[in-house]
């Protein structure tokens, strides 16, 4: 039976299980590079950092590490239709979004340094919106390419300006 609340489904397809590796490893390279700054200015004498701060600094960070991309995997979910690309990110916020194929203008296909040592990309959609691009991250590698071609396939063959 077909639901007829209103209520928007989440998207049927996950991102990569190794995404979440992605986002933990960002997460410890932001915490590295603030201690690297609170190592500067203890070095400077810009200030002094007392100890149980640095151990309340480094649980947090673990904590955020370990927390945050498995919540994120959780949350972020994609899915393409012959109609329109529809995803759903977040960790704090969640954001859902809706692109109709009428109104995509480009598909690109991108990866960090750290996503081609885990073998994952992103996908980006450019619409004719003003709240910016669709971006699909953490995907396989063939799955991304795959999605290009299928959304790049489609655009073509969708009547209109994209506008």
């Given at each position: ?8 489904r ?10 979440p590796?992605?986002?933990?490893a ?10 690297a700054v609170g ?9 002094t ?17 370990v927390v ?16 329109a690309?529809?995803?759903q ?14 109104r ?8 960090s340094v ?12 450019t619409t004719a ?7 699909i991250?953490?995907?396989d590698?063939p ?7 299928d ?13």
């Open positions: 039976m077909a639901d007829t609340s209103g209520a928007l989440e998207p049927a397809q996950r991102v990569s299980t190794r995404a590796l992605v986002w933990a960002g997460a410890v390279v932001q915490g590295l590079v603030l201690a190592v500067a200015a203890a070095i400077f004498d810009w200030f950092v007392p100890w149980w701060a640095w151990v309340l600094y480094v649980v947090a960070v673990a904590v955020y590490t945050m991309p498995v919540y994120r995997y959780r949350v972020h979910r994609w899915e393409t239709t012959e109609t690309v529809y995803t990110r977040g960790w704090l916020s969640r954001e859902r979004r809706i692109a109709p194929m009428s995509v203008q480009t598909v690109d296909h991108d990866q750290i996503d081609r040592i885990f073998g994952l990309a992103s996908v980006t959609v919106s003003a709240a910016g691009p669709v971006k991250e953490g995907l590698q799955v991304a390419l795959k999605l290009v071609e959304l790049t396939r489609r655009t073509e063959a969708e009547a209109g300006d994209a506008t």
